[in-house]
């Protein structure tokens, strides 16, 4: 590429903020819960961007919107743990993908050995500590070293495509497509 090319500036516009959403719901992401400990009270938040980064050392990768309530209280504390969801815990992803309520009443977890809540019943628990952490935009993209991963159950991984829960047609009870701000679908 030649330096003029470097400079020049595009001739199109960047994409809205919803053809932005449109396109990136094209590709396809599994769901999780990242939850965290802060002050002895258990915090938690639904977040599809999660993926391995090293083998060596154990890294993950997920990212936060950094103007929420969860992420900076686990950030505080410096350590989480990354829920992997199941296709049938629809609730348990709305529950804590919502910005009301009690995320953890009458919710059945677990105090793991690292001091973080453990869902019961999800697919695989990743438990880390926070190593570094990059602003990118609205959200964070936090780097997190791998202490210890936990297999919980065998069943289809929840996957979040095109603004809907699974590949195909929506099933019987499942919440509409408003989740995560998704409502322009």
Excluded at 142 to 171: A, H, K, S
Aim: hydrophobic residues 40%; glycine residues 12%; aromatic residues 10%.
């Amino acid at each position: 590429m030649t330096a003029e090319f470097a400079d020049a500036e595009p001739l199109i516009d960047p994409p809205t903020t919803a053809e932005f959403r449109r396109a990136m719901g094209m590709f396809a992401s599994g769901v999780t819960v990242v939850t965290g400990l802060d002050d002895g009270e258990p915090v938690g938040f639904t977040c599809q961007s999660f993926a391995s980064v090293s083998l060596e050392p154990p890294l993950i990768l997920f990212c936060a919107d950094h103007r929420g309530r969860a992420w900076p209280r686990i950030r505080k504390s410096g350590r989480f743990c990354v829920n992997v969801l199941g296709e049938d815990q629809v609730e348990l992803c709305g529950r804590f993908g919502s910005s009301t309520g009690g995320k953890f009443d009458g919710l059945g977890w677990d105090l793991s050995r690292w001091g973080v809540p453990a869902l019961r019943d999800v697919l695989l628990r990743v438990h880390g500590e926070v190593r570094d952490v990059h602003v990118a935009g609205d959200h964070d993209v936090v780097i997190g070293l791998v202490r210890e991963l936990e297999p919980v159950t065998e069943q289809q991984p929840m996957l979040f495509y095109r603004g809907r829960f699974g590949l195909g047609e929506r099933r019987p009870g499942e919440p509409g497509a408003n989740l995560w701000s998704w409502g322009d679908y």
